[in-house]
């Protein structure tokens, strides 16, 4: 089969782990059988400097003629690049939100997963993490907080900010069946996490979960409080398999969970819609600090291509090749520079290389 996949390598890192993405696609496809051919799209940072705005219609165009999209990371340091001078709907972020928007890609899948031979690197106890945990946060995203009505103003006197959290029953809906439908393929369990001791979207949240649990009698799920699921995270993340959050606590979440699993850069993500369509995305950010260097861990862009192989183009045979790649590459001892253990006396066997010998690894090891 050939696939037609669009490609916003963004800033920073970005560039250097979608290169490496791309190889291990194209490495599926010699091994498989298929075509993929890219088209590059320009969003976030490059686009500014490019053509004036974050993301233009013609991009978007770009991205819904895609099968797919596969994206780096956008933004840059945000106390010091010139995009942060622009008004907020100028900056880089502000191209995401509206690609997510226009493509309705209301629901991102982040699995959160410790490889056995990243136990080291996990900050939590030896007792705490036991055999690893695996868990998939399922983030709404095309509502609440990030796309709610905002003001900056003067009242009475007083500069005063106001950001809206809303969500209406058919957004929560959607979201909550994708969770229920996804724990039916695990281990059929969702802890929906909500704020609802305090807030009414988080009530709603509630309500509307517990109708749509009814249409799934054989999968466990409870309630858990934001704050309490922000503890539990570290108290014991075996215990979760699905958690089904809104936005923002989604957002905040899932870095926590990220670096559970070691770095935020093995985390990967997939934000879908109705259609078959997604934009694949590590869950990390454009990390400017190290942009360039060629130390960057592109691990997280290519599970997120493994996600696209599995959830846009149904190919879980190459998407489990992928997978099983990566494990076997950490299995051989090879490490980019955020995941090497920090102790010497753990470091017999391990080898610490870069962005595109990590991206060469992987590739080597994708047997079909
Ligand atoms: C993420 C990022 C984005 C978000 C930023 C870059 C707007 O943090 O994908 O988690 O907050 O959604
Ligand atoms: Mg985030």
Redesign the pocket.
Known sequence: MKYHVGVIAGDGIGPEITAEARKVLDKVGAVFGHQFDYEDILMGGCSIDAVGVPLTDEAIAQAKASDAVLMGS??GNTATSPWYQLEPSKRP?AG??KLRKSLQLFANLRPAYLYNELKEACPLKDDIIGDGFDMMIMRELTGGL?FGKRVTEVRDGLMTAEDTLTYNEEEIRRIAKRAFDIAGKRRKKVTSVDKANVIDSSRLWRKIVDETAKEYPDIAYEHMLVDNCAMQLVKDPKQFDVILTENMFG?IL??EASMLTGSIGMLP?ASLNDTKFGLY?P?G?SAPDIAGKGIANPIATILSAAMMLRYSFDLDQEADAVEAAVKQVLRDGYRTIDIMPQQEDKKAGIKQIGTAQMGDMICERIVK
């Open positions: 956008i933004g972020e995401l939100l990030y957002d899932s870095d993500s995305e869950s950010g």
